[in-house]
């Protein structure tokens, strides 16, 4: 077919936006003398590697839940009122201005997912429309530029599949775990929004949480310190939140607590948040699954699924004020998030304002035992990451 030039640069802009978008790795063109100007494009999609192959300074099954480098991480610059283009950039490290409102005034928020590899070798993304969603939330309430749904998505799909190697494979218990970040990386020096925005998202190979199965941990509840204020920002996920609770929870584990869990700040009669997890109750005799409703609590994604899939299982599920006394009615609770699906909490001790008061201690069943409901719960959400039960409710998103 013969082209002229205008028609020649035509095709060729055309095969360079094919190029550059999502998943396509080359084309080439051959031109032949002025005699026969025929153009020859081909594009080639770039094909999905293998999960677990890449390597690391660890065997797969031995690695812990900290940070580790891996082929690349994904950014998106919003400037000039719209989002520019995705880069895959192979650095660690940010080059950010001194006056980045990230810094001054806390206009930062993020997310965690994790990615899974199933039997087959394919890999799948666990709801990460909930994170975009959440990740709005975040957005609207700190007034930072909306990140779009599709963008969010396709940005997943991006850095997953670039480092698709890194996924641990099928049968180690690990995942990729995704940590989007969104922060004002423009200069202001009075209190205002940015005028530019960084999107970041990282990602890191984990392994399982609990190795040797789930194993039951004591918590203590915080009295001398509150979490997040009622119509304050704990229903979001901002940065801020989570070095607010680094002291109490230092502390807490200096006392011998692993975890942490808080009360209501307006009265300190109910049960909250756990310092990083939602607080469920079980209540296996009357079939039960309690968690707390209110303003200051972050809504878990995981939470989400497990209410689903208890009341799947028959139990009443139940969003509400719970009373501190109420945990005495509790045969099993849990802490449920991200990085451990959930967590068993044997007891949690109310300690004493001073060394003379005596302290009160709620334990959950056999407080050495992780109780049957939770176990249930937390292996029927594995068995759907992995791809092992049927995914009946659409929760995986495959990378393609």
Same mark, same amino acid.
Not at 215 to 226: H, L, N, Q, R, S
């Given at each position: 077919?013969?082209?002229?030039?205008?028609?020649?640069?035509?095709?060729?802009?055309?095969?360079?936006?094919?190029?550059a978008a999502p998943g396509n790795l080359a084309f080439t063109t051959a031109s032949t003398s002025s005699r026969d100007s025929s153009l020859s494009v081909t594009v080639e999609t770039k094909p999905?590697?293998?999960?677990?192959?890449?390597e690391l300074d660890k065997p797969w099954k031995e690695l812990g839940f900290e940070f580790r480098p891996t082929k690349s991480n994904l950014r998106v610059t919003y400037k000039n009122g719209q989002w520019g283009e995705p880069e895959l950039c192979e650095s660690e490290f940010i080059s950010l201005h001194m006056g980045a409102t990230a810094l001054h005034y806390g206009q930062a928020c993020f997310e965690g997912l994790k990615a899974f590899t199933?039997?087959?070798?394919?890999?799948?993304?666990?709801?990460? %429309?909930?994170?975009?969603?959440? /990740?709005q939330s975040s957005? +609207?309430? $700190?007034?930072?530029?909306?990140?779009?749904?599709?963008?969010?998505?396709?940005?997943?799909?991006?850095?997953?599949?670039?480092?698709?190697?890194?996924?641990?494979?099928?049968?180690?218990?690990?995942?990729?775990?995704?940590?989007?970040?969104?922060?004002? %990386?423009?200069?202001?020096?009075? /209190?205002?929004?940015?005028? +530019?925005? $960084?999107?970041?998202?990282m990602v890191i190979p984990v392994g399982d949480y609990y190795k040797g199965g789930l194993e039951p941990v004591d918590g203590v509840i915080i009295t001398d310190f509150d979490r997040a204020a009622p119509r304050g920002v704990g229903n979001v996920k901002v940065a801020g939140n989570y070095a607010a609770d680094m002291l109490p929870n230092m502390r807490s584990k200096e006392q011998g607590f692993p975890i942490g869990l808080y009360l209501d700040a307006a009265t300190q009669t109910c049960v909250e948040e756990f310092s990083t997890s939602n607080f469920v109750g079980i209540d296996s005799v009357n079939k039960k699954y309690v968690t707390p409703k209110s303003s200051s609590v972050l809504p878990s994604i995981t939470n989400k699924s497990l209410m689903t899939i208890a009341?799947?299982?028959?139990?009443?599920?139940?969003?509400?004020?719970?009373?501190?006394?109420?945990?005495?009615?509790?045969?099993?609770?849990?802490?449920?998030?991200?990085?451990?699906?959930?967590?068993?909490?044997?007891?949690?001790?109310?300690?004493?304002?001073?060394?003379?008061?005596?302290?009160?201690?709620?334990?959950?069943?056999?407080?050495?035992k992780t109780g049957a409901i939770t176990e249930r719960l937390y292996d029927r959400v594995r068995a759907i990451q992995f791809g092992e039960e049927d995914d009946t409710y659409g929760w995986n998103f495959k990378i393609e």
């Amino acid at each position: 077919m013969k082209l002229s030039a205008t028609l020649l640069l035509s095709a060729l802009a055309s095969a360079s936006a094919f190029l550059a978008a999502p998943g396509n790795l080359a084309f080439t063109t051959a031109s032949t003398s002025s005699r026969d100007s025929s153009l020859s494009v081909t594009v080639e999609t770039k094909p999905l590697g293998i999960p677990g192959t890449a390597e690391l300074d660890k065997p797969w099954k031995e690695l812990g839940f900290e940070f580790r480098p891996t082929k690349s991480n994904l950014r998106v610059t919003y400037k000039n009122g719209q989002w520019g283009e995705p880069e895959l950039c192979e650095s660690e490290f940010i080059s950010l201005h001194m006056g980045a409102t990230a810094l001054h005034y806390g206009q930062a928020c993020f997310e965690g997912l994790k990615a899974f590899t199933h039997e087959d070798g394919s890999v799948h993304v666990f709801r990460p %429309s909930e994170n975009a969603k959440r /990740l709005q939330s975040s957005c +609207e309430r $700190t007034l930072m530029p909306v990140v779009p749904h599709d963008v969010f998505l396709n940005a997943v799909n991006e850095v997953v599949r670039d480092n698709i190697e890194y996924v641990p494979p099928y049968g180690t218990g690990g995942s990729l775990y995704l940590r989007p970040l969104l922060f004002g %990386s423009g200069p202001r020096i009075g /209190l205002q929004p940015a005028d +530019e925005y $960084t999107f970041i998202i990282m990602v890191i190979p984990v392994g399982d949480y609990y190795k040797g199965g789930l194993e039951p941990v004591d918590g203590v509840i915080i009295t001398d310190f509150d979490r997040a204020a009622p119509r304050g920002v704990g229903n979001v996920k901002v940065a801020g939140n989570y070095a607010a609770d680094m002291l109490p929870n230092m502390r807490s584990k200096e006392q011998g607590f692993p975890i942490g869990l808080y009360l209501d700040a307006a009265t300190q009669t109910c049960v909250e948040e756990f310092s990083t997890s939602n607080f469920v109750g079980i209540d296996s005799v009357n079939k039960k699954y309690v968690t707390p409703k209110s303003s200051s609590v972050l809504p878990s994604i995981t939470n989400k699924s497990l209410m689903t899939i208890a009341e799947d299982e028959g139990f009443t599920v139940e969003a509400r004020d719970i009373p501190i006394e109420e945990m005495d009615t509790f045969d099993e609770v849990l802490a449920c998030g991200t990085a451990v699906v959930v967590t068993p909490v044997g007891s949690v001790t109310m300690l004493g304002k001073t060394e003379d008061d005596e302290a009160k201690k709620f334990s959950f069943g056999d407080s050495d035992k992780t109780g049957a409901i939770t176990e249930r719960l937390y292996d029927r959400v594995r068995a759907i990451q992995f791809g092992e039960e049927d995914d009946t409710y659409g929760w995986n998103f495959k990378i393609e």
